[in-house]
């Protein structure tokens, strides 16, 4: 173990390499959720904990050359800078390559811990476990990471879940269902958001239904109610992942991913409008209607990033102990609407801009790069 000195995505490089044979400190008061008399609900045991509530740490990954090639020090730039901002407030786990953890020690600074596992790319979200309560403590599912489909080489990641169990000394739970964490999304109260296109799809559970997965997770993530939206299939690596599109502020409260200034109708566009009709008719695992808060796109034409693949959306946040990590894309006056509406739901916590063109160049965000432990 050491101690620091503490195109994701594209989908015809991912294509190519399948061609090649080759074939993602503590919840203050205000933040928790409460009865209608103020007081805090107690949480149900086992349940799937939302992220504004207490980690024992975060969990990253540094990224490789084999992904990124000649973008290798600028994305790691982005991990480093997310990495060293997160562990002023919280701890912080950064899984490296052996032959790498020095280096990313070095450049992580001495309160990022950085263990040599091997890893393949930067989407802790995705490779890491899934982590419930139950009454024995946290455990963690493997959702068998498959590459997304085997889109992309991932010898190394598809074993991550397994070695940060180990490593954390936390339980496995197993399953036939191959998922990845930026899949779901949760209020800690027993409902879960996700995209049809992302778990019900042949590149990861050939010959299952609907039906049957909505089973499977309600069983594996103790929840009561799975809302679905149709989502966006092959246009990214992901199948449109639900924590670029829609994410619990709160019990009750969702914000949705929506089009910029002058952006056109596409299948994105469409699929932000499909979610906000099956928000409007749904209500959540306790019976509430859902308060649907809008978070806008950038104007494309002021920001810095460039690309098919760059994801410009502030919607892929990521809610820590102390502080909530937001991208900030050079359209100054999207990213100040941006950390206004999240500092307006999140008033608990500092709300931190952070310029990351490089991961979203490769069809990610924060989100994405991180993965939150349960404390």
């Known amino acids: 173990m050491f101690q620091a000195s503490i195109t994701r995505r ?7 390499l399948a061609a090649a044979g080759l074939l993602a400190s503590g919840c203050t008061v205000s933040d928790i959720p409460r009865k209608a008399n ?10 799937f904990p939302a992220e504004w509530e207490p980690h024992a740490r975060t969990v990253m990954s540094w990224p490789t050359s084999r992904i990124w090639a ?7 730039a982005d991990i480093a800078n997310i990495a060293r901002t997160l562990a002023e407030s919280e701890p912080v786990l950064l899984m490296a390559s052996p032959d790498e953890a020095e280096d990313a020690a070095r450049r992580c600074g001495s309160l990022v811990e950085v263990v040599p596992i091997p890893v393949d790319d930067l989407w802790a979200r995705d490779t890491v476990p899934v982590f419930i309560e ?27 879940a397994s070695e940060v169990l180990q490593e954390l000394r936390i339980p496995r739970i197993n399953t036939s269902l191959v998922a990845e964490g930026g899949s779901f999304e949760t209020d800690g109260e027993g409902t879960l958001l996700v995209t049809r296109s992302s778990i019900v799809n042949p590149n990861r559970n050939p010959g299952l239904s609907e039906a049957q997965i909505d089973a499977e997770l309600r069983q594996l993530l103790a929840l009561d109610r799975v809302i679905w939206f149709d989502g966006v299939v092959g246009e990214d ?6 924590d670029s599109l829609a994410r619990f502020a709160a019990p009750g409260v969702i914000l949705l991913d929506v089009p910029g200034p002058d952006s056109p109708e596409d299948v994105w566009s469409r699929s932000s409008a499909q979610a906000r009709e099956v928000l409007e008719r749904e209500t ?6 859902f308060e649907i808060v809008e978070l806008p796109q950038p104007d494309f034409g002021r920001i810095r990033g460039t690309g098919d693949d760059f994801l410009a959306s502030y919607v892929n946040y990521f809610v820590g102990n102390e502080v909530l990590l937001v991208p900030e894309f ?24 952070l310029r990351i063109d490089e991961i979203a160049s490769g069809g990610g965000g924060i989100h994405c790069a991180t993965h939150d432990v349960p404390a």
Not at 70 to 76: G, H, K, N, Q, S
Not at 139 to 156: E, M, P
Not at 332 to 343: N, V
């Open 134 to 160: 139950n009454a024995d403590g946290v455990a963690g599912v493997d959702f068998n990471f498959n590459g997304w489909g085997d889109k992309q080489l991932h010898t190394r990641d598809g074993a991550v």
């Open 38 to 47: 103020g007081m805090p609900s107690t949480p149900t045991i086992p349940r």
């Open 330 to 353: 050079g359209d100054r006056r999207a990213d100040r609407r941006a950390r206004d509406i999240l500092a307006e739901h999140y008033p608990s916590r500092d709300i931190v801009p």
């Open 10 to 16: 594209t989908v015809l490089a991912s294509a190519g």
């Open 237 to 242: 690596i992901t199948d449109a992942h639900v």
């Open 70 to 76: 000649e973008d290798t020090p600028y994305v790691r």
């Open 284 to 289: 959540d695992a306790r019976g509430r209607g």
